[in-house]
């Protein structure tokens, strides 16, 4: 019942893509309103079908239908509810059923938020490039990636999930998170197409694929922070970002995003940037595919990645027509796309914004190239030539150090052009905060050139946010926090935590490794102190249940009882580790158990990192920033983006105004 059900649902939204394409083009084709809006019709069947196959996938899980390949693969009877619900986006097929879910409700949501506009061209072409990744993708379960295949012989039980998938909540957060990222990022990518094929170029459609963008943006970074989180917790490494090809295909799109986001104001304000910004919308949209390749084909070697799989050359073929048709429309469009405006001044605040995403752009590709060296260079010399994590490193954090100084510098330009006595007047205070934090920062011990610099420019940064939100709530209250400008303020600040969290721990990490007693003996202390956090080694248990074998061990930390453990799965081949965090304002202590505890002895590893809980915090603030940047402030009035487009070049402005101090949103 079940493979009927989800084929069943697949088979619908398959129907409902196709349906919605031929349709909508005939209505397109024709000039007929009525078949252009039977849009929303064929979105909700998508969504009915991806509702209906994951619902049934779902069930199967639940009630342990071993029948169904999948299940069989990787459900268990002794996996944990939570875990077996995440089972089924823990591995390939599943993968994709959830990204066909995600992707229908994005569909609808579209269908319904321009339900009286579906007779547009612009969202009728809109929908239709949403139809055509909706059909790619429901291809996917329909051919190479059936998650609902049937076994001929039932096996009474499944090996369940990885074991690295079922040893922390956050495995039921993190990947939906991510979809929701990636998926998002089809809308503004749709809007995009329409208009480089209908020649509706102006700025008003913008408005609204901005806000689309923002918050396809705000789930990916959840997403990426939550991973960050995850990996600290369950590795037991010590780290949060591994530069592994995975965790970088999860960054490519967010850097372009990013750059969008900040560049889609100078079009909306002085007309400029249209190649570059339709270019980044859809090198985004594009990225998400690709990095749905490296996840998904098993090209590259990752802790993340899945097994080798037959869907790597339909995913490569499909980013390689995404990007052909993206080239193809802008070189067709180029003399429509020539901005009338010109930068006036590099120092003024579309200048800034240019410099910025020149150096965003820099850094995606440093990425992609170190991501994909290794694949070139096998394709050209037969030889797999592995990049290290020092070459990201090197290479990211002069960029991490540019885009710091830029965070500071950007905020308090004006547009068009900035005297130095604005610019020296708009400085001083966030240079008395960079100032600041660099004087504290070595008050309490801090040394070394690069985290010294990441520290004074955290500061600096800070000091023009905060200058621009003090600004904000004099003059329009707490109220005046809400807007694009002032949002993006928070999520700065945000951003400045996070960049602080990265240098501290990265630059002031303790490890000791260490054989402990119960009982203190010569060479073998029962209680250590590291960094000034005393630990004491109280004893060690064992918790046999049908999922997994823990052996754990109970430590005191500054007096509070914490158990790290090894675990043992029963699909697994070797032991994992869980280690445990006690988590400060002002630093971490990790525990990892590295032997099995025996004998009244045990060996720990023990890894103190300052401020790193602001990596957790910094994240959330951004999200709250960038949530409250979706929404208009006081002074910003709707523009419809599609009857009402803004003129090429840009709202008309009194003379004073660019040398003004911005208020409530950016517009």
């Known amino acids: 019942m079940n493979a009927a059900l989800g084929t069943g649902g697949v088979i619908i939204g398959l129907t409902g893509a196709i349906g919605g394409i031929i349709t909508v083009l005939m209505g397109i084709g024709s000039k007929r309103p009525h078949l252009m809006a039977m849009a929303r019709t064929y979105a909700f069947m998508i969504l009915g079908g991806g509702v209906l196959a994951f619902a049934a996938m779902e069930r199967a899980l639940i009630t342990r239908d071993f029948s169904l390949e999948y ?15 995440a089972t089924l986006w823990g591995a390939l097929e599943g993968s994709i059923l959830l990204w066909s879910l995600v992707l229908g409700l994005f569909t609808v949501a579209v269908a319904l938020k321009f339900r009286d506009r579906l007779d547009d061209p612009l969202v009728a072409w ?22 609902f295949k049937v076994l001929s012989v039932v096996p009474s039980d499944g090996p369940g ?12 957060f993190h990947p939906p998170m991510l979809y929701l990222g990636y998926v998002g990022f089809t809308v503004p990518f749709a809007f995009a197409i329409a208009a480089l094929i209908t020649g509706r170029l102006g700025e008003g459609w913008l408005v609204e694929t901005r806000r689309w963008t923002l918050f396809a943006w705000t789930f990916l970074t959840i997403g990426i922070i939550l991973g960050a989180w995850w990996s600290h917790e369950v590795l037991g490494w010590g780290g949060y970002w591994g530069w592994d090809p995975v965790e970088n295909a999860s960054l490519l799109p967010w850097i372009t995003g990013t750059a969008y986001i900040h560049s889609v104001m100078v079009q909306e304000r002085r007309g400029m940037l249209r190649v570059w910004n339709l270019s980044l919308l859809c090198a985004t949209f594009a990225l998400t595919i690709l990095g749905t390749f490296l996840t998904r084909s098993g090209v590259l070697d990752s802790v993340h990645a899945f097994s080798d799989s037959s869907i790597g050359w339909l995913l490569l073929s499909f980013f390689g027509v995404i990007v052909a048709v993206t080239v193809v429309l802008v070189g067709w469009r180029g003399d429509r796309l020539r901005a009338p405006a010109r930068i006036d001044s590099p120092a003024s605040r579309e200048g800034a914004f240019l410099l910025n995403n020149i150096v965003f752009a820099a850094f995606a590709f440093v990425i992609l190239l170190g991501t994909v060296f290794p694949l070139i260079s096998e394709a050209l010399a037969d030889d797999r030539v592995t990049v290290g994590v020092p070459y990201f490193e090197r290479m990211s954090m002069p960029i991490g150090m540019v885009l710091l100084f830029l965070m500071a510098v950007a905020p308090v330009l004006p547009w068009r052009k900035a005297s130095m006595e604005t610019l020296a007047t708009r400085l001083i205070w966030p240079g008395w905060v960079g100032a600041g934090a660099l004087a504290f920062a070595i008050l309490t011990g801090a040394r070394g050139f690069a985290p010294l610099l990441a520290f004074f420019l955290a500061g600096f940064a800070a000091g023009a946010a905060l200058r621009q939100l003090v600004l904000a709530t004099r003059r329009q209250g707490w109220r005046g926090l809400v807007g694009r400008t002032n949002g993006g303020m928070i999520v700065h600040l945000g951003v400045l935590m996070i960049a602080v969290a990265l240098a501290a721990s990265g630059a002031y990490q303790i490890e000791r490794d260490a054989r402990m007693c119960v009982e203190a003996e010569t060479g073998c202390p029962s209680t250590i102190t590291v960094q000034g956090h005393e630990i004491t080694y109280v004893g060690s248990s064992e918790n046999v249940t049908a999922q997994k074998t823990e052996i754990g061990a109970t430590f005191l930390v500054d007096g509070k009882e914490y158990t790290p453990a090894l675990q043992l799965f029963p699909n697994g081949s070797q032991t994992i580790g869980k280690p445990t965090v006690k988590n400060t304002l002002s630093s971490s202590v990790m525990l990892s158990v590295t032997d099995p505890p025996g004998d009244g002895t045990v060996a ?31 002074r910003r009035r709707p523009i419809d983006p599609v009857s009402a487009p803004i003129p090429a070049a840009g709202p008309v402005r009194r003379p004073d105004e660019d040398q003004r101090e911005p208020v409530g949103a950016s517009t």
């Open 71 to 85: 299940v069989a693969t990787h459900g268990s009877s002794a996996t944990p509810a939570l875990y077996n619900f």
């Open 126 to 147: 809109a929908m239709v490039v949403m139809f055509v990744v909706c059909l790619f993708f429901f291809v996917l379960m329909a051919w190479p990636a059936d998650p």
């Open 161 to 172: 999930p990885n074991p690295l998938l079922q040893n922390h909540p956050l495995m039921a």
């Open 604 to 634: 720990v590893k023990v890894i103190v990192q300052p401020l790193i809980v602001w990596l957790w915090i910094g994240g959330a603030v951004m999200a709250i920033g960038s949530l409250m940047a979706a929404f208009p402030g006081r």
